[in-house]
């Protein structure tokens, strides 16, 4: 439960969105997916330094990009970005969990 509010926390920060707490990982990327066509459509700048920013993987992005050319971009983006941030929050609570369990006495 708490990796979904981190993930909606960072998204919602991102994108200006409203995600609802309950919302679903697919109904997540269809909301995300909306101001990513806007930012293609519009600024597309502003969004190549956003998944820079969010430390995107470019070489998958273009890769699923041209493996499904016939489906929404957006939808495609926001699905990578999602799986990002889920990443990045478990790797920060893996590593959380390895801090507690060192003693007092040998911690920095």
């Known amino acids: ?8 926390d ?13 919302v679903s990982l697919d ?5 995300i997916a909306v101001p990513v066509n806007a930012l293609i459509q519009k600024d597309f700048q502003k969004l190549v330094g956003i998944l820079y920013r969010l430390d ?3 070489p998958k992005l273009r890769y699923m990009l041209k ?4 489906e929404d971009a957006g939808k ?9 941030e889920l990443q990045k929050i478990k790797t920060r609570q893996a590593f959380r969990k390895n801090d507690d369990e060192i003693d007092e006495d040998e911690r920095w």
């Open 56 to 58: 995107v993987s470019e």
């Open 10 to 22: 960072n998204l919602q920060s991102e994108f200006a969105v409203a995600i609802p707490p309950t």
């Open 27 to 31: 109904q997540m990327i269809a909301m």
């Open 67 to 70: 493996m499904h050319n016939e």
């Open 1 to 8: 439960m708490e990796t979904n509010k981190q993930l909606i």
């Open 76 to 84: 495609i983006i926001a699905t990578l970005i999602v799986e990002r």
